[in-house]
């Protein structure tokens, strides 16, 4: 059974900075493209960032700069680094397993709420 469980998200000020972690059971971790997307209020989910199993990686134009994903094989984990954050940062953000540099996965995690606000 395959299982992806985010954490690390939460509520923190703009300009703060907030590492969001995602482990995954049940796949050989090491083979397969992971990555990062959101889901903000009325809007459709958005990529934010993937990584290849030999680390290339893709960003979204609006995170450029200020978030970093990164994985860890031998604890199969997945990590986004997001600083500084922004108020349109604010959504739910999804792990994804699966699929490749440009398109998601088939496994998907529950989501951890991150919340930019003063």
């Known amino acids: 059974q395959v299982q992806l469980v985010e954490s690390g998200g939460g509520l923190v000020q703009p300009g703060g900075s907030l590492r969001l972690s995602c482990a995954q059971s049940?796949?050989?971790?090491?083979?397969?493209?992971v990555g990062w997307y959101r889901q903000a209020p009325g809007k459709q989910r958005e990529l934010v960032a993937r990584i290849t199993s030999r680390g290339a990686t893709k960003y979204a134009d609006s995170v450029k700069g200020r978030f970093t994903i990164s994985r860890d094989n031998a604890k199969n984990t997945v990590y986004l680094e997001m600083n500084p954050l922004k108020p349109e940062d604010t959504a739910v953000y999804y792990c994804?397993?699966?699929?490749?540099?440009?398109?998601?996965?088939?496994?998907w995690g529950q989501g951890t709420q991150v919340t930019v606000s003063s």
């Open positions: 994804n397993a699966g699929g490749g540099l440009t398109y998601a996965g088939d496994y």
């Open positions: 049940g796949i050989i971790f090491s083979i397969y493209t």
